[in-house]
T-cell receptor, first 116, second 109 residues
Framework: SAVISQKPSRDICQRGTSLTIQCQVD?????MFWYRQQPGQSLTLIATANQGSEATYESGFVIDKFPISRPNLTFSTLTVSNMSPEDSSIYLC?????????????FGPGTRLTVL | QKEVEQDPGPLSVPEGAIVSLNCTYSNSAFQYFMWYRQYSRKGPELLMY????GNKEDGRFTAQVDKSSKYISLFIRDSQPSDSATYLC?????????FGAGTQVVVTP
Protein backbone atom coordinates (compact mmCIF):
# COMPACT_ATOMS: atom_id res chain seq x y z
CA SER A 1 0.00 0.00 0.00
CA ALA A 2 0.95 3.67 -0.20
CA VAL A 3 0.75 6.22 2.59
CA ILE A 4 -0.23 9.62 1.30
CA SER A 5 -0.23 12.93 3.14
CA GLN A 6 -1.66 16.26 2.08
CA LYS A 7 -1.16 19.85 3.18
CA PRO A 8 -3.09 21.84 4.19
CA SER A 9 -5.85 19.68 5.64
CA ARG A 10 -8.27 22.57 5.29
CA ASP A 11 -8.35 26.22 4.38
CA ILE A 12 -10.74 29.12 4.06
CA CYS A 13 -9.87 31.46 1.21
CA GLN A 14 -11.15 34.64 -0.31
CA ARG A 15 -12.61 34.86 -3.78
CA GLY A 16 -10.01 35.63 -6.44
CA THR A 17 -7.03 34.19 -4.56
CA SER A 18 -5.12 30.95 -5.22
CA LEU A 19 -4.27 27.98 -3.03
CA THR A 20 -1.58 25.37 -3.58
CA ILE A 21 -2.18 21.90 -2.18
CA GLN A 22 0.73 19.55 -1.57
CA CYS A 23 0.68 15.77 -1.83
CA GLN A 24 3.46 13.51 -0.55
CA VAL A 25 3.69 9.75 -1.13
CA ASP A 26 5.85 7.49 1.02
CA UNK A 27 7.27 5.61 -1.98
CA UNK A 28 8.15 6.37 -5.58
CA UNK A 29 5.28 6.19 -8.05
CA UNK A 30 5.03 6.98 -11.73
CA UNK A 31 1.51 8.34 -11.75
CA MET A 32 -0.32 10.52 -9.25
CA PHE A 33 -3.91 11.66 -9.60
CA TRP A 34 -5.91 14.63 -8.37
CA TYR A 35 -9.65 14.37 -7.63
CA ARG A 36 -12.34 16.77 -6.53
CA GLN A 37 -15.24 15.86 -4.27
CA GLN A 38 -17.91 18.51 -4.23
CA PRO A 39 -20.22 18.70 -1.19
CA GLY A 40 -22.38 15.59 -0.97
CA GLN A 41 -20.98 14.23 -4.23
CA SER A 42 -18.67 11.48 -5.35
CA LEU A 43 -15.12 11.92 -6.62
CA THR A 44 -14.29 13.35 -10.05
CA LEU A 45 -10.87 13.05 -11.64
CA ILE A 46 -9.24 16.42 -12.35
CA ALA A 47 -5.93 15.35 -13.87
CA THR A 48 -3.14 12.81 -14.00
CA ALA A 49 0.31 13.98 -12.95
CA ASN A 50 3.23 12.10 -14.47
CA GLN A 51 6.76 12.85 -13.43
CA GLY A 52 8.73 14.47 -16.21
CA SER A 53 5.80 15.41 -18.41
CA GLU A 54 2.84 17.77 -18.51
CA ALA A 55 -0.23 16.80 -16.54
CA THR A 56 -3.18 15.52 -18.54
CA TYR A 57 -6.53 17.04 -17.70
CA GLU A 58 -10.00 15.57 -17.86
CA SER A 59 -12.85 17.19 -19.72
CA GLY A 60 -14.05 20.26 -17.88
CA PHE A 61 -10.74 20.98 -16.16
CA VAL A 62 -8.05 23.27 -17.59
CA ILE A 63 -4.43 23.95 -16.74
CA ASP A 64 -4.96 27.69 -16.20
CA LYS A 65 -7.43 26.97 -13.43
CA PHE A 66 -5.71 23.90 -11.92
CA PRO A 67 -1.97 24.03 -12.62
CA ILE A 68 -0.13 20.94 -11.43
CA SER A 69 3.51 20.33 -10.67
CA ARG A 70 5.27 16.97 -10.38
CA PRO A 71 8.90 17.66 -9.57
CA ASN A 72 9.82 14.11 -8.49
CA LEU A 73 8.44 10.59 -8.02
CA THR A 74 7.01 11.19 -4.53
CA PHE A 75 5.53 14.69 -4.64
CA SER A 76 2.94 16.75 -6.50
CA THR A 77 1.10 20.02 -6.07
CA LEU A 78 -2.28 21.21 -7.30
CA THR A 79 -3.07 24.92 -7.41
CA VAL A 80 -6.64 26.15 -7.46
CA SER A 81 -6.41 29.54 -9.15
CA ASN A 82 -8.63 32.60 -9.09
CA MET A 83 -11.00 30.86 -6.72
CA SER A 84 -14.75 31.33 -6.57
CA PRO A 85 -17.28 29.86 -4.11
CA GLU A 86 -17.98 27.10 -6.68
CA ASP A 87 -14.45 25.78 -6.02
CA SER A 88 -15.41 24.90 -2.45
CA SER A 89 -14.74 21.16 -2.37
CA ILE A 90 -12.50 18.50 -0.97
CA TYR A 91 -9.41 17.98 -3.12
CA LEU A 92 -7.76 14.57 -2.92
CA CYS A 93 -4.66 13.09 -4.40
CA UNK A 94 -4.15 9.40 -5.05
CA UNK A 95 -1.32 7.13 -6.03
CA UNK A 96 -0.90 3.42 -6.76
CA UNK A 97 0.64 1.03 -4.27
CA UNK A 98 3.70 0.25 -6.37
CA UNK A 99 5.71 2.07 -9.01
CA UNK A 100 4.87 -0.58 -11.59
CA UNK A 101 1.11 -0.49 -11.01
CA UNK A 102 -1.48 2.20 -11.49
CA UNK A 103 -4.79 0.53 -10.74
CA UNK A 104 -4.74 -0.25 -7.03
CA UNK A 105 -4.93 3.30 -5.79
CA UNK A 106 -4.70 4.82 -2.36
CA PHE A 107 -5.92 8.22 -1.31
CA GLY A 108 -4.69 10.99 0.89
CA PRO A 109 -6.90 12.46 3.63
CA GLY A 110 -7.99 15.34 1.40
CA THR A 111 -7.85 19.13 1.61
CA ARG A 112 -11.15 20.76 2.54
CA LEU A 113 -11.37 24.11 0.77
CA THR A 114 -13.96 26.77 1.51
CA VAL A 115 -14.06 29.86 -0.69
CA LEU A 116 -15.89 32.92 0.62
CA GLN B 1 -26.37 7.84 -18.79
CA LYS B 2 -23.60 7.73 -16.20
CA GLU B 3 -20.81 5.25 -16.81
CA VAL B 4 -21.12 3.93 -13.25
CA GLU B 5 -24.46 3.65 -11.47
CA GLN B 6 -24.74 3.20 -7.71
CA ASP B 7 -27.76 3.64 -5.48
CA PRO B 8 -26.93 6.44 -2.99
CA GLY B 9 -29.09 4.96 -0.25
CA PRO B 10 -29.17 5.43 2.66
CA LEU B 11 -29.13 1.74 3.49
CA SER B 12 -29.96 0.94 7.10
CA VAL B 13 -29.31 -2.53 8.54
CA PRO B 14 -29.28 -3.98 12.06
CA GLU B 15 -25.99 -5.00 13.62
CA GLY B 16 -24.97 -8.51 12.56
CA ALA B 17 -26.83 -8.41 9.26
CA ILE B 18 -25.26 -8.78 5.83
CA VAL B 19 -24.79 -5.54 3.92
CA SER B 20 -25.22 -5.91 0.18
CA LEU B 21 -24.01 -3.17 -2.15
CA ASN B 22 -23.83 -3.10 -5.92
CA CYS B 23 -22.89 -1.06 -8.96
CA THR B 24 -23.51 -1.37 -12.65
CA TYR B 25 -21.37 0.04 -15.40
CA SER B 26 -21.60 0.58 -19.12
CA ASN B 27 -17.98 0.96 -20.27
CA SER B 28 -16.41 -2.34 -21.31
CA ALA B 29 -12.96 -0.71 -21.16
CA PHE B 30 -12.95 -0.84 -17.35
CA GLN B 31 -10.30 -3.33 -16.33
CA TYR B 32 -10.13 -3.13 -12.55
CA PHE B 33 -12.81 -2.83 -9.92
CA MET B 34 -12.49 -1.41 -6.44
CA TRP B 35 -14.54 -0.71 -3.36
CA TYR B 36 -13.67 2.15 -1.06
CA ARG B 37 -15.02 3.08 2.36
CA GLN B 38 -15.22 6.74 3.28
CA TYR B 39 -15.97 7.99 6.74
CA SER B 40 -17.23 11.53 7.16
CA ARG B 41 -14.45 14.10 6.64
CA LYS B 42 -11.91 11.42 5.72
CA GLY B 43 -10.29 10.25 2.48
CA PRO B 44 -11.51 7.05 0.80
CA GLU B 45 -9.97 3.85 2.15
CA LEU B 46 -9.38 0.98 -0.28
CA LEU B 47 -11.28 -2.12 0.85
CA MET B 48 -11.23 -4.50 -2.10
CA TYR B 49 -9.54 -4.61 -5.47
CA UNK B 50 -10.11 -7.14 -8.22
CA UNK B 51 -9.76 -7.45 -11.97
CA UNK B 52 -11.44 -10.71 -12.90
CA UNK B 53 -14.96 -12.05 -12.81
CA GLY B 54 -15.74 -14.09 -9.73
CA ASN B 55 -15.54 -13.68 -5.98
CA LYS B 56 -12.77 -12.36 -3.77
CA GLU B 57 -12.89 -12.61 0.01
CA ASP B 58 -11.02 -10.65 2.64
CA GLY B 59 -12.22 -11.19 6.18
CA ARG B 60 -15.83 -10.05 6.46
CA PHE B 61 -15.78 -8.56 2.95
CA THR B 62 -16.59 -10.32 -0.32
CA ALA B 63 -16.30 -8.58 -3.68
CA GLN B 64 -18.07 -10.05 -6.67
CA VAL B 65 -17.56 -9.11 -10.30
CA ASP B 66 -19.66 -10.21 -13.27
CA LYS B 67 -18.12 -8.70 -16.37
CA SER B 68 -20.67 -10.25 -18.70
CA SER B 69 -23.46 -8.40 -16.89
CA LYS B 70 -21.31 -5.35 -16.06
CA TYR B 71 -22.24 -5.70 -12.42
CA ILE B 72 -20.16 -5.64 -9.25
CA SER B 73 -21.14 -6.26 -5.65
CA LEU B 74 -19.73 -5.94 -2.15
CA PHE B 75 -21.01 -7.98 0.76
CA ILE B 76 -20.19 -7.22 4.38
CA ARG B 77 -20.89 -10.04 6.79
CA ASP B 78 -21.60 -9.63 10.49
CA SER B 79 -21.95 -5.88 10.11
CA GLN B 80 -20.90 -3.63 12.98
CA PRO B 81 -21.83 -0.04 13.87
CA SER B 82 -18.25 0.86 12.91
CA ASP B 83 -19.10 -0.17 9.33
CA SER B 84 -21.40 2.85 9.10
CA ALA B 85 -19.87 4.90 6.29
CA THR B 86 -20.24 5.71 2.62
CA TYR B 87 -19.15 2.93 0.28
CA LEU B 88 -17.92 3.88 -3.15
CA CYS B 89 -17.43 1.59 -6.08
CA UNK B 90 -14.72 2.61 -8.53
CA UNK B 91 -13.65 1.30 -11.89
CA UNK B 92 -10.32 1.82 -13.54
CA UNK B 93 -9.28 2.31 -17.11
CA UNK B 94 -5.52 2.86 -17.39
CA UNK B 95 -5.35 4.18 -13.87
CA UNK B 96 -8.17 6.70 -14.15
CA UNK B 97 -10.88 5.93 -11.64
CA UNK B 98 -14.55 6.43 -12.36
CA PHE B 99 -16.58 6.44 -9.15
CA GLY B 100 -20.16 5.58 -8.40
CA ALA B 101 -22.27 8.02 -6.40
CA GLY B 102 -21.51 6.19 -3.15
CA THR B 103 -23.98 4.36 -0.89
CA GLN B 104 -24.44 5.60 2.66
CA VAL B 105 -24.67 2.64 5.02
CA VAL B 106 -25.97 2.89 8.58
CA VAL B 107 -25.59 -0.12 10.88
CA THR B 108 -27.82 0.24 13.91
CA PRO B 109 -26.94 -1.43 17.25
Amino acid sequence: SAVISQKPSRDICQRGTSLTIQCQVDSQVTMMFWYRQQPGQSLTLIATANQGSEATYESGFVIDKFPISRPNLTFSTLTVSNMSPEDSSIYLCSAPGTISSYNEQFFGPGTRLTVL
Amino acid sequence: QKEVEQDPGPLSVPEGAIVSLNCTYSNSAFQYFMWYRQYSRKGPELLMYTYSSGNKEDGRFTAQVDKSSKYISLFIRDSQPSDSATYLCAMSSWGKLQFGAGTQVVVTP
